[in-house]
C-alpha cells in the first residue's frame, strides 16, 4: 500500500539556523514523484520541492533542498537560514497514480 | 496568469441540505484533483476528474458525495444531505496532462451546523 510518514508531530527552530523535516514513504512503484509543500495559516498549499524518483540528484530550491534516499525511502525537507515566513504545517507527498499526503510537521520559528 | 480558483471561500450548511464547492482550474490545465483535509489531518485523496470524465473516484464517500468536469465551466463537487462529519476544508488542484505537479486553489470551508 502507497503510505507517507512525518514522524515529527512539531518542530522549532531558531531564526537564521537550519531544520530538517523528516519523511519516509512506501510504494510499490519504481517510477513515482515526491513532493514538499508548504500550508501556512491561510492554508493555501504551496508547492516548495519536486523530486523525480528516477533522478538521483538532491532537488533544490533556494533554501529548500531535499535528501532522498531512494533505497530507505526516505525524503527529508531541509531548510537553511530559516525566515520567520517559513512557520507553517509542512506535508510531505508521493504520487505514484495518486498522490497521498502525510499528516503533516507544524514548524514553529523562533525570533 | 491566474492560479486555481475555488468558490466559495466558506460555507455554512446545516444538516440535511446540499453543499456545491466550485474549482476553476489554471489556464491550460485540464485535470482537476478533489482532497479533503480534516483538522489537524494531511489531505486526503477524494477524485481525479479530466473534462467530461472521471479517472479515479476511489477516495469518494460511496453516497451523497459526486463530482463533475464538464466540458465547460468549473468542477463542482457536491455533498447531498451533508452531515456534521463532512465539516472540513475541500482543495481542488489541477495539473496539465504532461506534469505531475499540481497546483492547488485555497479551498473551501465547509462548517455543517
Same mark, same amino acid.
Given at each position: #500500500?502507497?503510505?507517507?510518514?512525518?514522524?515529527?508531530?512539531?518542530?522549532?527552530?531558531?531564526e537564521?539556523?537550519?531544520?530538517?523535516? @523528516?519523511?519516509?514513504? =512506501?510504494?510499490?512503484? @519504481? =517510477?513515482?514523484?515526491?513532493?514538499?509543500?508548504? *500550508?501556512?495559516p491561510s492554508r493555501q498549499m504551496i508547492l516548495v520541492i519536486r523530486q523525480?524518483?528516477?533522478? *538521483?540528484?538532491?532537488?533544490?530550491?533556494?533554501?529548500?533542498?531535499?535528501?532522498?534516499?531512494? #533505497? #530507505?525511502?526516505?525524503? @527529508?525537507?531541509?531548510?537553511? =537560514?530559516s525566515q520567520l515566513g517559513d512557520a507553517a504545517m509542512y506535508f510531505c507527498a508521493n504520487r505514484d497514480d495518486k498522490i497521498i499526503f502525510g499528516k503533516g510537521t507544524r514548524l514553529h520559528i523562533l525570533p | 496568469n491566474a492560479g486555481v480558483m475555488q468558490n466559495p471561500r466558506h460555507l455554512?450548511?446545516?444538516?440535511?441540505?446540499?453543499?456545491?464547492?466550485? /474549482?476553476?482550474?489554471?489556464k491550460g490545465h485540464s485535470h482537476v484533483y478533489w482532497y479533503r483535509q480534516l483538522p489537524e489531518e494531511g489531505l486526503k485523496f477524494m477524485v481525479y476528474l479530466q473534462k467530461e470524465?472521471?479517472?479515479?473516484?476511489?477516495?469518494?464517500?460511496?453516497e451523497r458525495f459526486s463530482a463533475e468536469f464538464p466540458k465547460e465551466g468549473p468542477s463542482i463537487l457536491r455533498i447531498q444531505q451533508v452531515v456534521r462529519g463532512d465539516s472540513?476544508?475541500?482543495? /481542488?488542484?489541477?495539473?496539465?496532462?504532461?506534469?505531475d505537479?499540481?497546483?492547488?486553489?485555497?479551498?473551501?470551508?465547509?462548517t455543517v451546523l
Open positions: #500500500a502507497q503510505t507517507v510518514t512525518q514522524s515529527q508531530p512539531e518542530m522549532s527552530v531558531q537564521a539556523e537550519t531544520v530538517t523535516l @523528516s519523511c519516509t514513504y =512506501d510504494t510499490s512503484e @519504481s =517510477d513515482y514523484y515526491l513532493f514538499w509543500y508548504k *500550508q501556512p523525480e524518483a528516477y533522478k *538521483q540528484q538532491n532537488a533544490t530550491e533556494n533554501r529548500f533542498s531535499v535528501n532522498f534516499q531512494k #533505497a #530507505a525511502k526516505s525524503f @527529508s525537507l531541509k531548510i537553511s =537560514d | 455554512v450548511r446545516r444538516r440535511g441540505q446540499e453543499a456545491r464547492l466550485r /474549482c476553476s482550474p489554471m470524465n472521471i479517472i479515479d473516484e476511489s477516495g469518494m464517500p460511496k472540513a476544508a475541500y482543495f /481542488c488542484a489541477s495539473s496539465t496532462a504532461d506534469t505537479t499540481q497546483y492547488f486553489g485555497p479551498g473551501t470551508r465547509l
